[in-house]
């Protein structure tokens, strides 16, 4: 090959090679978290499907010898929370379909409950086919409807709620910017990853100390945002403020976190999932501590599929439910008495009423004079006899 031709083929190979390099190619650990969090926020359209269950749960001793063995952990460990959904914030809309499951060897039971969120109108749409049992309205008339809640939407107009889900993914970004640099580390791609598909692993790692300063910063960060769009409002958002800082101090104090996060990002930087174990402890009762695994799934990026679709046909307002009975609503038979004993008062209401009409349209008569009383005979009395001298 001739000089020329080589040292052209050299440039578009390096061109080439050029456009496909990754965006998070000669980032450091925390600047390639950082991007692959604000783009995923920003972008915001896919499929989710993930777990949360308990993993390790440890007692204080006191506990631990009221019970044999490790029953307590048993049961923490047989619950498991599944979720799946989408999410589109082009269009402002939430899918999430929770399933709280109890599984044991042979026995199993769960619930379900899906909902669709539209978050520029604060409107929820909830599949509540689980409580068709307690609620006859959805088992009858109102079959396979969603229920919708909805706020008033004069009042929600008023709401700044679409430029302050704009600066959500800046939000996002601020948060994890403030962490230490070094909780930030690339990790060699295990499994998980790499049946995911995943080209990095990055790992974000927090003490409860930077759980804390971590917990601080959101907060900060959204009262800026409330601050920047509170319009008349503003004595409420500092009033707000002002309460927030010793509530978080007193719940710190309380409970504190640690955990370890890791993010599995593909080569052009979309995150493709996220596995993360999380502790809970009390500073007070230092041997108990819980241990939460979750892991998180990614899909479908950029076309993310739906399983709920509201239309005029099958939706039912909350307010056009009738309440069950237990929750103070009226029996059907109950129904029925009442309105039987309103027709029968508002017939006697009538009836008083046109006997009063009759008596004040008739002409009035005068009642007879009652005769004169005779006056009583004088009985005559008869004469004192007179004394006569002897």
Not at 132 to 145: F, Q, T, V
Not at 218 to 244: D, N, P
Not at 254 to 281: H, P
Request: net charge neutral; hydrophobic share 40%; charged share 25%.
């Amino acid at each position: 090959m001739k000089p020329r031709a080589l040292a052209v083929a050299v440039t578009l190979s390096g061109l080439m090679l050029g456009g496909c390099a990754s965006p998070l190619a000669n980032k450091t650990a925390d600047a390639a978290a950082i991007q692959t969090i604000e783009q995923n926020a920003r972008l915001a359209r896919y499929n989710f499907d993930g777990e949360v269950r308990v993993k390790a749960i440890r007692l204080p001793g006191k506990v631990e010898s009221l019970v044999e063995g490790d029953v307590i952990g048993e049961v923490a460990r047989s619950f498991s929370l599944e979720l799946r959904g989408a999410v589109d914030m082009s269009k402002s809309r939430v899918e999430m379909t929770p399933t709280f499951r109890f599984s044991r060897p042979n026995a199993e039971t769960w619930l379900r409950l899906p909902m669709l969120a539209e978050l520029n109108t604060l409107t929820l749409w909830v599949d509540a086919s689980v409580l068709d049992l307690a609620i006859p309205a959805l088992r009858g008339e109102h079959k396979g409807k969603y229920v919708m809640f909805q706020a008033p939407q004069d009042k929600v107009k008023k709401l700044p709620i679409d430029a302050v889900l704009a600066e959500l993914p800046q939000v996002a970004k601020n948060i994890y910017a403030a962490i230490d640099s070094k909780a930030y580390t690339f990790q060699p791609l295990d499994e998980a990853a790499r049946k995911a598909g995943a080209s990095y692993r990055i790992r974000l790692t927090l003490d409860p100390l930077a759980e804390a300063k971590m917990s601080k910063q959101a907060v900060q960060e959204f009262l800026q945002l409330a601050r920047r769009h509170a319009g008349e409002h503003q004595k409420e958002v500092e009033e707000f403020a002002t309460a927030v800082g010793p509530l978080l101090d007193a719940s710190q104090e309380e409970l504190q976190t640690s955990s370890q996060t890791d993010l599995l990002v593909s080569r052009s930087g979309k995150l493709l999932g996220v596995s993360e174990l999380r502790e809970f402890s009390m500073p007070k009762e230092k041997e108990l501590a819980v241990t939460v695994a979750s892991t998180l799934r990614l899909s479908n990026h950029e076309q993310p599929v739906f399983s709920m679709q509201p239309t005029a046909n099958n939706v039912v307002s909350f307010t056009d439910l009738t309440p069950p009975s237990w929750l103070g609503g009226k029996h059907p038979a109950d129904e029925g008495e009442d309105a039987v004993e309103g027709d029968d008062e508002v017939a006697v209401d009538e009836a008083a009423q046109a006997a009063e009409e009759a008596v004040a349209a008739a002409p009035a008569v005068k009642k007879p004079a009652k005769p004169a009383k005779q006056a009583k005979p004088v009985a005559k009395r008869k004469p004192k006899p007179v004394a006569r001298a002897q």
